[in-house]
T-cell receptor
Framework: NAGVTQTPKFQVLKTGQSMTLQCAQDMNHNSMYWYRQDPGMGLRLIYYSASEGTTDKGEVPNGYNVSRLNKREFSLRLESAAPSQTSVYFC??????????????FGSGTRLTVV | AQSVTQLDSHVSVSEGTPVLLRCNYSSSYSPSLFWYVQHPNKGLQLLLKYTSAATLVKGINGFEAEFKKSETSFHLTKPSAHMSDAAEYFCVVSDPGNTGKLIFGQGTTLQVKP
């Protein structure tokens, strides 16, 4: 049982390049989330998908887009990467957004550097 | 609005001594609270959670936390630190507005000295 799988694990981009971070979960969870982690700031929510077919902005959505491709997959796209988007990105899932009090399952992260 | 404050950015203890990581929260509702641990270059793992049942919550690896509503605190403790406990710890509160969002504290780095 893999849980939440993120690809790639590491990526270096040049300013202005685009890329898509992939996330897939095999727990039949309804809700999925993208967070970024920066030193001293904890994790901040970028976008989330409460259920298949819906997406909503989180705390720091600017510069990102998302797609909930199906129940399993939730991708994060950077259309024109900027150095400020250098961060570690985590995907997470939960059984249902109203039951987040049961906690999330996190992926192992994507370490992105924009030069 | 919900918020979480971790009172120490860095805590250093000797192996075998007690651990205390402090967390205060702000919430207009009965919150759900969590502690997550992140080992270097790893993802986040749920240590324990409080969801309005018993106020003393036991988690994995000997950790526990006590919910104190009067003090708006949810401090994490362990009687005896082990070298493998060295990691970053996050106190987290859930957004009660049925959005499923989790609000993270800034994190506390726990150093365990031999």
């Amino acid at each position: 049982n893999a849980g939440v799988t993120q690809t790639p694990k590491f990526q270096v981009l040049k300013t202005g390049q685009s890329m898509t971070l992939q996330c897939a979960q095999d727990m039949n969870h309804n809700s999925m989330y993208w967070y970024r982690q920066d030193p001293g700031m904890g994790l901040r929510l970028i976008y989330y998908s409460a259920s298949e077919g819906t997406t909503d902005k989180g705390e720091v959505p600017n510069g990102y887009n998302v797609s909930r491709l199906n129940k399993r997959e939730f991708s994060l796209r950077l259309e024109s990467a900027a150095p400020s988007q250098t961060s570690v990105y985590f995907c997470a899932s939960s059984e249902e957004h109203r039951r987040a009090n049961y906690g999330y399952t996190f992926g192992s992260g994507t370490r992105l550097t924009v030069v | 609005a919900q918020s979480v404050t971790q009172l120490d950015s860095h805590v250093s203890v000797s192996e075998g001594t007690p651990v205390l990581l402090r967390c205060n929260y702000s919430s207009s509702y009965s919150p759900s609270l969590f502690w997550y641990v992140q080992h270097p270059n790893k993802g986040l793992q749920l240590l324990l959670k409080y969801t309005s049942a018993a106020t003393l919550v036991k988690g994995i690896n000997g950790f526990e936390a006590e919910f104190k509503k009067s003090e708006t605190s949810f401090h994490l403790t362990k009687p005896s630190a082990h070298m493998s406990d060295a990691a970053e710890y996050f106190c987290v509160v859930s957004d009660p507005g049925n959005t499923g969002k989790l609000i993270f504290g800034q994190g506390t780095t726990l150093q365990v000295k031999p």
